[in-house]
């Protein structure tokens, strides 16, 4: 499995943006997709995931309420779709996999379980 981030960009606070992950070379139905984000000179960390039915999903506690993650398994895809952006969710978000297999299992925020990343779509919030 591949994967490549794309949509991010320059946003002022308050605003939204919609990441999308596209996904080659297998099938969304044995793996949980996660987002995740770095801000200069701090370490990687989780913000949202989906498990590989697409119908259970977590959220990072500063996120809730203003980050949706879904997906469309046909078109290989998982969104990220971020409202109400504040300065401090500035940083490169990656989509990575947690192969998981064909049973569906309660997805994971453990960035250790993660095996597969993009190589990342730069995300500023700043007026």
């Known amino acids: 499995l591949q994967l490549v981030e794309s949509g991010g960009g320059l946003v002022q606070p308050g605003g939204s943006l919609r990441l999308s992950c596209a996904a080659s070379g297998g099938s969304l139905d044995y793996y949980t997709i996660g987002w995740f984000r770095q801000a200069p000179g701090k370490e990687r960390e989780a913000v949202s995931c989906?498990?590989?039915?697409?119908?259970?999903?977590k959220y990072t506690d500063s996120v809730k309420g203003r980050f949706t993650i879904s997906a469309d398994k046909a078109k290989k895809m998982v969104y990220l779709q971020m409202n109400s952006l504040k300065s401090e969710d500035t940083g490169v978000y990656y989509c990575?996999?947690?192969?998981?297999?064909?049973?569906?299992?309660?997805?994971?925020?453990?960035?250790?379980?993660?095996?597969?990343w993009g190589q990342g779509t730069q995300v500023t919030v700043s007026s």
């Open positions: 990575a996999a947690d192969q998981t297999g064909w049973v569906i299992t309660d997805p994971t925020l453990d960035i250790d379980e993660y095996e597969i």
């Open positions: 989906i498990d590989n039915s697409g119908s259970r999903t």
